[in-house]
């Protein structure tokens, strides 16, 4: 099977991309770091306020993810791991660098759990927007993206010097991709979900 | 559980802004959104269209270096391939021992030596050419030739087959003598140059050095492949290759430089290595101990990866490793070190990929003969040709 078409099996069927990650398949591993490396590296720099710092603390959690690839059964839980290893190696980061400039209080940041929170939802969030438009054809992501900037149609046509008609059908074009596409997302959320109560 | 319902909760803001939440999806989000202020001031925050263009604009921008991870996972998961495949190694190397005595047992009750004579091809053996700075060449494995050399005030180790010329009373005008060291298919050699610097040289290789060092840098001319320990001495040594130089102080490297392979190797074991590309679109890498310069001869192109340098370095100790090795390039180091051609017949096993370690002092049969209790190839070998082909 050659790459796109393995990938695009693994977008669409989770329990798949999975049990290949649990076959220690590092085309699984590459995916899931390609899928959900950027919203982790942003996550832990909106902690960390450091690029090095923030990458580093992506590479280790996805090894520690790899480490630990046999106990995973489904997508959800992977996510979540991703992000929780992250956090933790992010807090012990920041606590040994306090240590080290104890004198220097600018550097002592509070972090409260709210507002690790509303990163990792702020991040995560913004990842599946990315994805999303990253799959659309390329003139349909265009108008979609202006569309969530707050553009008006006639704005969109104007930035884009295209007619509004073309607007509209791209429009329509983007949502019945995402439509479908998000039919099976939320089938996949509520799977992993249920799951990871047995 | 407050990360799944974050997950969530990004996954139904992500839906309405996309315009394909569900009125279930909604609803629960409107609650999430309505329990307290906070919550309500960062939704506002985060679906505000020039804040949410931005950050996109930000994430299309990132890119994330994901190489140093991948080739961690890749090095672990084919340590564990290795392990499995040393395994079938010694099943295999059991298999021909039992066969071997069955047949000699069987020699022994008829009282007839009915053997077949089946074509093979020795291993190479240490062997090279002096070429010296007034044309003349010495054949370093014969005696006569020896005797020459140390006229020359060249010592030849000849217990160990090392030549050097450590020590050597040298006078200002050696500087303008270069000898030349050439190691011919089927070959290797080992020598010390007159700082102390010790070169292990491969198959198919020249290198072209002074007698005795002058002035502030040590230069030599390599091609095929050779590996340096380089004495540290203050003054710059440098490797000159087709294309491509390397700049050291002390340290230990190994450059591979075949005309007949695609790209040109420098792997750093210890030290700090310089890798300069030439041409005139030149450039420049520092390297780290660990980490393997590759130049692309076609297109000068240079670029650095990790690598397990061992894998690297393992002919100077006299074995073949190969770690996920393409059969072409495999089969063109066999020939090198059996001074063979190597015909590989179907392109699809020319890409097959290989992992093991292997002495180099058999025949070529012993190496061939694994290969193909392990993979789908057959062999024959004819005079000094062997022709690879799949197995039906």
Redesign the interface.
């Known amino acids: 099977m050659d790459l796109n078409a393995q990938n695009k099996r693994f977008r669409e069927e989770p329990e798949y991309l999975v049990k290949r990650l649990r076959e ?1 398949d ?1 085309n699984a ?2 995916f899931l ?2 899928t959900y ?2 919203s982790l ?2 996550y832990c720099n909106s902690i960390l306020e450091n690029n090095t710092f923030a ?1 580093d603390v ?2 280790e959690s ?2 520690r993810l ?1 480490e630990r690839r046999k106990n995973f059964a489904s997508l ?1 839980p992977i ?2 791991f991703l ?2 290893t992250a956090r933790n190696k992010c807090l012990d980061l920041l606590k040994h660098e306090q240590v080290v400039h104890k004198y220097e209080a600018d550097i002592i940041r509070e972090l409260s ?2 507002f690790l ?2 990163k ?3 991040e ?7 994805r ?2 990253e799959e659309l054809p390329t003139e349909c992501a265009r108008v979609f ?1 202006l569309g ?4 008006s149609n006639q704005e969109i046509a104007d930035t884009l010097s295209v007619s509004i008609h073309t607007v509209k059908t791209q429009k329509q074009r983007a ?1 019945s991709t ?2 479908q596409r ?1 039919g099976v ?2 089938i996949f ?1 509520v799977f992993g ?1 249920t799951d ?1 109560f047995i | 559980m407050q990360n799944e319902k974050n997950i969530k909760i990004a996954s139904w803001i992500a839906a309405r802004l996309q315009g394909v939440i569900s009125p279930e999806e909604e609803k629960a989000l409107d609650e999430w959104i309505t329990e307290n202020e906070a919550h309500r001031e960062f939704y506002e925050r985060l679906v505000d269209g020039n804040y949410v263009g931005r950050r996109l604009e930000e994430y299309e921008n990132y890119s994330l270096d994901t190489r140093r991870v991948l080739s961690f996972i890749r090095r672990e998961s084919r340590r564990t391939r290795m392990i499995r495949w040393s395994r079938r190694i010694a099943a295999i190397l059991i298999f021909p021992v039992v066969i071997g005595s069955l047949l000699l047992l069987k020699e022994k009750d008829e009282g007839v030596l009915n053997k077949s004579i089946v074509a093979d091809v020795l291993p190479g053996q240490e062997c090279a050419i002096l070429e010296m700075s007034d044309g003349r060449k010495v054949d370093l494995g014969s005696v006569s030739g020896v005797e020459s050399l140390q006229m020359e005030g060249i010592i030849l180790k000849n217990d160990s087959n090392v030549l050097s010329y450590e020590g050597g009373q040298g006078t200002v005008s050696d500087s303008l003598k270069f000898n030349t060291i050439i190691v011919p298919r089927g070959g290797e050699y080992r020598l010390i140059l007159a700082d102390g610097t010790r070169v292990w040289l491969n198959s198919q290789t020249r290198l072209r050095y002074p007698v005795k060092f002058f002035g502030n840098k040590r230069e030599v001319y390599l091609e095929g492949e050779a590996y340096f320990e380089v004495t540290h001495s203050g003054k710059i040594f440098e490797v000159h290759c087709k294309g491509m130089d390397v700049q050291v102080l002390g340290t230990s490297f190994n450059i591979m430089a075949y005309r007949d392979e695609p790209t040109m190797q420098t792997t750093l074991v210890n030290g700090r290595v310089q890798v300069n590309s030439g041409g005139k679109t030149g450039t420049s890498i520092v390297m780290e101990p660990g980490y393997q310069v590759q130049l692309d001869t076609l297109t000068g192109k240079m670029e650095m990866y990790e690598v397990n340098v061992a894998n690297f370095v393992g002919w100077k100790e006299k074995l073949f490793v190969f770690d996920d090795e393409n059969m072409e390039m495999m089969m063109r180091k066999l020939a090198r070190w059996y001074d063979v051609d190597i015909i590989i017949e179907s392109p699809k096993l020319k890409k097959s990929v290989f992992y093991g370690v292997i002495r180099k002092y058999e025949n070529i049969s012993k190496i061939l003969d694994m290969l193909k209790r392990t993979q789908n190839i057959d062999y024959v070998i004819e005079s000094n040709r062997v022709v690879i082909k799949e197995a039906r």
């Open positions: 220690s590092e591993f590459a770091l390609d490396g950027k590296y942003f990458e992506v590479q996805f090894v790899w959800l996510r979540v992000y929780q759990e709210d929170d509303e990792m939802i702020e995560e969030m913004l990842g599946q927007l990315y999303a438009i993206k969530l900037e707050g553009l949502m995402l439509k998000f997302g939320v959320v979900m990871f």
